[in-house]
């Protein structure tokens, strides 16, 4: 079946980093988008990053651009996120998404993230206090 695992969270003070790792399995990895999304308590789910099926286009939001960086592996059917100068307010349940529906291939292409994201993985949580 449809498996979206999510690993690598945890506790960091600011200014660490951490990599989120994303492991699918069930279907054909190389034909989706994977997007991360996160949601803090209290306040709305937020796309934070994706990825063309190819890896040759990424999108970043402004929170966030210029200090994570997504990437993957399609042999291994994997997608990272590496978090670098973590700040408290990157606190949150992340989430990785996959979806081949042209829309969200085609936004995430052209620098967006969209489309409803067919499968989910179950979130791992990131936590950044010192």
């Known amino acids: 079946q449809v498996q979206l695992v999510e690993s690598g969270g945890g506790l960091v003070q600011p200014g660490g980093s951490l990599r989120l790792s994303c492991a699918a399995s069930?279907?054909?990895?190389?034909?989706?988008?994977i997007g991360w999304f996160r949601q803090a308590p209290g306040k709305e789910r937020e796309g934070v990053s994706c990825i063309t099926s190819s890896g040759g286009s990424t999108y970043y939001a402004d929170s966030v651009k210029g200090r994570f960086t997504i990437s993957r592996d399609n042999a291994k059917n994997t997608v990272y996120l590496q978090m670098n100068n973590l700040k408290p307010e990157d606190s949150a349940v992340y989430y990785c998404?996959?979806?081949?529906?042209?829309?969200?291939?085609?936004?995430?292409?052209?620098?967006?993230?969209?489309?409803?994201?067919?499968?989910w993985g179950q979130g791992t949580q990131v936590t950044v206090s010192s």
């Open positions: 998404a996959a979806d081949d529906h042209p829309f969200a291939l085609i936004t995430c292409h052209n620098g967006g993230i969209g489309g409803p994201y067919e499968y």
């Open positions: 069930g279907f054909t990895f190389n034909y989706y988008a």
